[in-house]
């Protein structure tokens, strides 16, 4: 009869600074509770902290004497998803206590229990373009879903099959398919509920969703693929979507990513599926183009068809979405704005008397390229400017709304404010962009994404095609990708002249990119760089330091990450690597 013997067992302690594991004696009558992953409580420097199981079974340290396990807390992370924690911190640059920490139960978890397989006899199959989707050869499809249109049948197709991971980027958007798939009959949590999901439920549920134990997963879902709030903003900037598939792609089952337009490194990784046009044209709204070019400059930014609009008695949403140092430059003479000639963003006055492009540092003589006259005005108005315009114009109360407002009351029908306008507001008739062109031009990578994120919110307020709502959007650069993707309905028009302008100037995803900052960033940037080990250094760009921070350009994320694991943090040091804006 064999006897359980004391375990040497490897324990990565939940400081983020101590990103090393150490080596302790779990005790044989622990040694059955015990798996790669649990969470227990181990002496370190004179306290007893917290920590994970990396390792069993791993070779004594010669000559050492190893300090016991205190106690065994309860559950953890399994084994694949510890392992996933480990590609994740060289992936995003990050301490691998971050990930643990995200998967991990908030309470103390010592048992779980196991749901009755099998699959909803609820669930109907799915329509032949849906189950096509989960069909894919590459394991992971892509596919443009106009906005207004339900993706509730790529969600009930995936719980069809098994376990299932949902991501959406609201809550409320969570709780409304958890509702839904509940009246259906199937076991469905969110990333709250650790045990349920360690139980076999499907979940669903924002950015730590992914993270959640799955131990029967079956097929993923990302809705709205492009949406920001899948990114932590915090460093390390791990991103819920990268993170599923890769969940995905180590256990063989499918991923369908979801989006009216889907995100640049999405299209590059995947190819897209494009649902039949009619139906994507019937799920996009109305969009109306209104060419300040054509217009009398005395008219401001008030002209005949706007004020027609904000005086029709439709309830109209007017979304002016200007930062604080947001600038806009224009013609005196023809009104056009003034853009860099190389890649199209804004640019602004030097005192050098020069324009300077702050996305691509192309510089030229202050002048139009339009009709050459060297007059140029700066635009800048702003919400509560536009407030009182409003209102003037109407004779009616107008509510402000921005990130720091109170939620309107409901019975409301003008409504002015920035993006913040288009998540705090339930149906509209209309949605009038007064003045995109700062946001569509911003010399930043990224913005035309942004843009775009605007217009589905905005789409999704005023529904499809069918019910009479519309977008309206005021621009002097009428044939911008981005406004001619929405006018057609057709967002393939902005990615084919996006995607090219990112290839030609070497920008993700044809290059990783990664952004350091912080007070020791010149330091880490440093001995990243003089490490003898950077064999690749041919392949790693460092630009900078503009504003205290770096930009690490690579040829690949392979490459990016081998370069940022040999900087040296010798202080606070922040690294963002695929940030959203730059």
């Known amino acids: 009869m064999s006897t359980v013997q004391d375990a040497v067992v490897r324990v990565l302690v939940d400081l983020p600074a101590v990103d090393r594991p150490f080596d302790y004696l779990l005790p044989a009558a622990s040694v059955p509770a015990v798996r790669v992953g649990t969470i227990v409580r181990v002496p370190l420097q004179g306290r007893r902290v917290r920590g994970w199981v990396t390792e069993i079974g791993a070779p004594p340290p010669p000559g050492v004497v190893l300090r016991p396990v205190a106690s065994v807390t309860g559950l953890g992370p399994s084994a694949d998803v510890v392992e996933l924690a480990d590609w994740a911190a060289s992936r995003w640059a990050g301490r691998r206590v971050t990930f643990l920490r995200a998967a991990s139960p908030d309470r103390v978890v010592r048992s779980v229990t196991p749901l009755a397989r099998g699959r909803s006899q609820a669930i109907d199959g799915a329509a032949p373009d849906v189950m096509a989707a989960f069909a894919s050869r590459e394991g992971c499809s892509a596919v443009r879903w106009p906005p207004t249109v339900d993706p509730f049948p790529f969600v009930a197709e995936a719980v069809r099959r098994g376990q299932a991971l949902v991501l959406v980027p609201s809550e409320a958007w969570a709780i409304s398919i958890r509702t839904r798939l509940r009246g259906m009959g199937v076991a469905t949590v969110g990333p709250d509920d650790w045990a349920g999901a360690a139980g076999g439920a499907t979940v669903v549920g924002g950015r730590a969703a992914a993270w959640s134990p799955l131990p029967h997963l079956s097929a993923v879902v990302v809705v709205d693929e492009h949406?920001?709030?899948?990114?932590?903003?915090?460093?390390?900037?791990?991103?819920?979507?990268?993170?599923?598939?890769?969940?995905?792609?180590?256990?063989?089952?499918?991923?369908?990513?979801?989006?009216?337009?889907?995100?640049?490194?999405?299209?590059?990784?995947?190819?897209?599926?494009?649902?039949?046009?009619?139906?994507?044209?019937?799920?996009?709204?109305?969009?109306?183009?209104?060419?300040?070019?054509?217009?009398?400059?005395?008219?401001?930014?008030?002209?005949?068809?706007?004020?027609?609009?904000?005086?029709?008695?439709?309830?109209?949403?007017?979304?002016?979405?200007?930062?604080?140092?947001?600038?806009?430059?224009?013609?005196?003479?023809?009104?056009?704005?003034?853009?860099?000639?190389?890649?199209?963003?804004?640019?602004?006055?030097?005192?050098?008397?020069?324009?300077?492009?702050?996305?691509?540092?192309?510089?030229?003589?202050?002048?139009?390229?339009?009709?050459?006259?060297?007059?140029?005005?700066?635009r800048r108005p702003g919400v509560a400017h536009i407030r009182d315009d409003v209102a003037a114009l109407t004779g009616e109360a107008v509510v402000e709304l921005t990130a720091s407002s109170n939620p309107p009351r409901g019975d409301e029908r003008l409504f002015v404010g920035t993006e913040a306008l288009l998540h705090r507001v339930g149906s509209l008739d209309a949605v009038l962009f007064l003045g995109i062109d700062e946001d569509l031009l911003a010399p930043v990578v990224g913005a035309s994404e942004a843009v775009l994120s605007l217009f589905v919110l905005a789409a999704r307020r005023v529904g499809g095609r069918s019910g009479g709502g519309r977008i309206v959007v005021q621009t002097a650069v009428p044939d911008h990708e981005v406004v001619q993707s929405v006018l057609h309905a057709d967002p393939g028009r902005w990615a084919?002249?996006?995607?090219?302008?990112?290839?030609?100037?070497?920008?993700?995803?044809?290059?990783?990119?990664?952004?350091?900052?912080?007070?020791?960033?010149?330091?880490?940037?440093?001995?990243?760089?003089?490490?003898?080990?950077?064999?690749?250094?041919?392949?790693?760009?460092?630009?900078?330091?503009?504003?205290?921070?770096?930009?690490?350009?690579?040829?690949?994320?392979?490459?990016?990450?081998?370069?940022?694991?040999?900087?040296?943090?010798?202080?606070?040091?922040?690294?963002?690597?695929?940030?959203?804006?730059?």
């Open 496 to 582: 084919e002249v996006e995607l090219a302008r990112r290839a030609a100037l070497g920008l993700p995803p044809f290059r990783s990119v990664a952004r350091v900052s912080g007070p020791a960033a010149a330091g880490f940037i440093a001995s990243m760089v003089d490490d003898d080990r950077a064999t690749d250094a041919a392949a790693v760009e460092v630009l900078g330091p503009t504003n205290g921070a770096y930009l690490v350009r690579a040829g690949d994320r392979s490459a990016l990450a081998a370069a940022l694991a040999r900087g040296v943090r010798t202080g606070r040091v922040r690294v963002e690597v695929d940030p959203l804006r730059f």
């Open 227 to 378: 949406d920001e709030r899948f990114q932590d903003e915090r460093a390390p900037t791990w991103h819920a979507r990268d993170v599923a598939v890769e969940r995905a792609r180590r256990v063989g089952v499918p991923v369908v990513l979801l989006s009216p337009f889907l995100r640049t490194e999405t299209q590059t990784a995947v190819a897209p599926t494009v649902v039949d046009r009619a139906v994507e044209r019937s799920g996009w709204p109305v969009v109306e183009v209104v060419d300040r070019r054509d217009l009398d400059p005395r008219v401001g930014l008030y002209p005949p068809r706007i004020v027609d609009l904000l005086r029709s008695g439709a309830r109209v949403g007017v979304v002016y979405n200007r930062t604080g140092r947001a600038r806009l430059l224009s013609c005196t003479r023809c009104a056009a704005l003034v853009r860099c000639d190389r890649c199209g963003a804004t640019v602004r006055s030097g005192g050098d008397g020069a324009l300077h492009c702050a996305r691509c540092s192309a510089s030229r003589p202050a002048s139009c390229l339009g009709c050459g006259a060297s007059r140029l005005a700066v």
